[in-house]
């Protein structure tokens, strides 16, 4: 079993930077591969950006790319997401997913284990 806790959301400006940290906690997380999803209201859950569990394989959406950054530390057992340039159209609640797969995902279905979500707000 993985528990995870986002923290770090808020409401910042277009052009800004906020970064969303996710504590994971169970046996052996260290060893799942990581994804940062999105919703917003009336849309579907989206991949943002994921990571492997080594810290190398990363994955990012097209929205994001060369905005966003995943990262982890497993010394402390975190996921981080920094967002910079933010746009309005960012605004989402974001969520923190851990699967147990050999390679990183990119579909909902994939991810065993979910944050509670973290609120970005994005003003224009």
């Known amino acids: 079993q993985v528990q995870l806790v986002e923290s770090g959301g808020g409401l910042v400006q277009t052009g800004g930077s906020l970064r969303l940290s996710c504590a994971a906690s169970?046996?052996?997380?260290?060893?799942?591969?990581m994804g940062w999803f999105r919703q917003s209201p009336g849309k579907g859950r989206e991949i943002v950006a994921a990571?492997?569990?080594?810290?190398?394989?990363?994955y990012y959406a097209d929205s994001v790319e060369d905005r966003f950054t995943i990262s982890r530390d497993n010394a402390k057992n975190m996921v981080y997401l920094q967002m910079n340039s933010l746009k309005p159209e960012d605004t989402a609640v974001y969520y923190c997913?851990?699967?147990?797969?050999?390679?990183?995902?990119?579909?909902?279905?994939?991810?065993?284990?979910w944050g509670q979500g973290t609120q970005v707000t994005v003003s224009s």
């Open positions: 169970g046996r052996n997380v260290n060893t799942y591969n």
């Open positions: 997913a851990a699967h147990g797969g050999v390679t990183i995902e990119t579909s909902v279905g994939a991810y065993n284990y």
């Open positions: 990571v492997g569990w080594n810290g190398y394989n990363l």
